[in-house]
């Protein structure tokens, strides 16, 4: 049987080797710096090999330290894990639930209220909410989960489909008076237009739109005066009539009812963005499984009478996970 401060050295090795800084690790564990390192250095004396190398600007796992930092963080997790179950069986979920989003603003509106709904429900849960307009660090900054629109770059993530969100092009009825109003794809190279993308390449002066209607995809061409890597910040620009916008239709449905936007071409739209739920293992504390079952039931009936589509099977999902 493994001694205690065996298991505690463990967790400490795991949170300083999960954030690579021994400040970050010693804030998020509540001891001082002095002691964290003191506790690591011990450890490794006592198992006689070098877990960290330590430099003045990072740490960086040795390669005993790489193998020993996979199978000590699924023991770890599971320990946690167990011992959040135990908690929640008697008091149910509890502790800070830190999640990052991104500023769109259909998640300002539906993810507050699904985030303050189930703070009503779990009184013992603190949630606190980021928004960032790129997926972060979830390890290192410390979150346990994040709400992102496409699927992460990073293939180590954990991915749970709670949506995807319906696209359409849309533009101000002024600017379509003035520059008229497109018929086929084709005509959109002569127009303005707005685009989406989370950073510039080239000159920026212009791009294509990918476009479907029933089982016809197009490449259309369109002339860019000007982009964002935000939805909302797009959205704005569309309403002021700087051009044509391909937009998801949940951000804009207020506009097109208030006659501020008009929808374009609507018989054709890009491929629907996919919105996923992201964590860093399987392995969750309860105040994180529960939330995601929460909120991904919520999100599924909230946003579904809006064209946003998931099939059976993630529905299933995610109503298992919600009852699990």
Not at 114 to 131: C, E, F, I, N, S
Not at 172 to 181: E, T
Request: some cysteine; proline content about 6%.
């Amino acid at each position: 049987m493994a001694h205690p401060q065996v298991l505690r050295d463990m967790a400490l090795f795991v949170e300083v080797a999960k954030r690579k800084s021994f400040s970050q690790a010693a804030a998020a564990l509540d001891v001082p710096i002095s002691s964290l390192s003191r506790r690591i250095t011990q450890f490794e004396t006592s198992i006689g090999l070098r877990l960290l190398d330590r430099t003045t600007r990072k740490i960086v796992l040795t390669p005993h330290g790489e193998a020993y930092f996979e199978q000590a963080t699924r023991l770890v997790e599971e320990a946690q894990r167990t011992f959040d179950e135990l908690i929640a069986q008697a008091k149910g979920p509890s502790g800070l639930l830190k999640i990052a989003a991104p500023p769109d603003p259909w998640v300002l509106h539906h993810l507050s209220a699904v985030a303050g709904d189930y703070a009503l429900r779990y009184a013992q849960v603190r949630v606190h909410l980021d928004l960032w307009p790129h997926l972060v660090d979830l390890a290192q900054e410390g979150y346990d989960l994040a709400l992102v629109v496409g699927a992460p770059r990073e293939t180590s993530m954990i991915t749970r489909k709670v949506a995807q969100l319906e696209t359409g092009l849309f533009a101000a009825p002024d600017y379509l008076d003035r520059a008229g109003r497109p018929e086929t794809p084709a005509d959109l190279v002569r127009h303005q237009a707005v685009m989406v993308a989370p950073s510039v390449s080239g000159n920026g002066s212009s791009g294509t739109w990918s476009l479907e209607r029933d089982d016809e995809m197009v490449s259309a061409s369109v002339g860019c005066t000007v982009s964002s890597n935000s939805q909302g910040m797009a959205r704005r620009l569309v309403t002021s009539g700087h051009g044509i916008g391909l937009l998801q239709a949940i951000d804009v449905e207020e506009d097109v009812e208030a006659g501020r936007l008009e929808q374009v071409l609507p018989e054709w739209r890009s491929l629907p963005h996919p919105v996923y739920i992201v964590t860093t293992s399987r392995l969750l504390p309860a105040k994180t499984r529960s939330f995601i079952g929460f909120a991904s039931r919520r999100l599924a009936e909230q946003l579904a009478p809006r064209g946003v589509t998931l099939d059976d099977a993630e529905l299933a999902a995610l109503y298992d996970l919600q009852e699990a």
